[in-house]
């Protein structure tokens, strides 16, 4: 069974200022899609970025982007020039790209953000 | 707009009173799905329904029903509620036969917050 693993359970950072938050999975699947959602107050869930692991070049949505490393199955967040909407707690997702895996995400336990004014 | 709506918000209900939290999404999506959220366990899936009339278990599914009587409808039924199932309960659809598109991510619905006495 795939597993995600976010090792911090709460980080900080200033506003404007980068923060990284780290994301590890285990799968014996070579294709499959990886996604780190968003979680505000109002508890709403929102896709912030994905990445197909195909694709060797990571993806970018505005201020944020991926350090997907395959080989270590690693898939971190940056984001850059923090403001305080970014404040939230943020889910790493793995989903197998086919067979049962393809019908679920699995998440890690989260990564409660805070952002400093 | 398209989106995924849950109903109640917010909901208190004592241990063995039947309850069904309904979700409907207008977007035409094959495939929909109940996730619960607890603190320090993320996200994990209960139900899923790849089409009407077809829904299987995910990782949590005791103590749930679910049915998909239309396309548009994904009711999740705890028939005799106990404590343990207090928890923050999403619902989430996609396009995709077979297995939701990568093209077509998860939309979830607001989040349901259940409390059972």
């Known amino acids: 069974a795939q597993t995600v693993t976010q090792s911090q359970p709460e980080m900080s950072v200033q506003e404007a200022e980068t923060v990284t938050l780290s994301c590890t999975y285990d799968?014996?699947?070579?294709?499959?899609?990886l996604f780190w959602y968003k979680q505000p107050p109002s508890r709403q869930m929102i896709l912030v970025i994905r990445?197909?692991?195909?694709?060797?070049q990571n993806a970018t949505e505005n201020r944020f982007s991926v350090n997907f490393q395959k080989a270590a199955k690693s898939f971190s967040l940056k984001i850059s020039d923090s403001q305080l909407g970014d404040a939230a707690m943020y889910f790493c997702a793995y989903r197998a790209y086919s067979g049962a895996g393809s019908y679920q995400l699995t998440f890690g336990k989260g990564t409660k953000l805070s952002v400093i004014p | 707009e398209a989106q995924v709506t849950q109903n109640p918000r917010y909901l208190i209900t004592v241990t063995g009173k039947k309850l069904t939290v309904t979700c409907s999404q207008n977007m035409n999506h094959e495939y929909m799905s109940w996730y619960r959220q607890d603190p320090g366990l993320g996200l994990r899936q209960i139900y899923y329904?790849?089409?009407?009339?077809?829904?299987d278990k995910g990782d949590v599914p005791e103590g749930y029903k679910v049915s998909r009587k239309e396309k548009r409808n994904f009711p999740l039924i705890l028939e005799s509620p106990s404590p343990n199932q207090t928890s923050l309960y999403f619902c989430a659809s996609s396009l995709g036969q077979g297995t939701f598109s990568y093209n077509s991510p998860l939309h979830f619905g607001n989040g349901t917050r259940l409390t059972v006495t």
């Open positions: 990445q197909e692991a195909y694709k060797q």
């Open positions: 329904s790849m089409n009407v009339e077809v829904t």
């Open positions: 799968t014996s699947e070579s294709d499959y899609y």
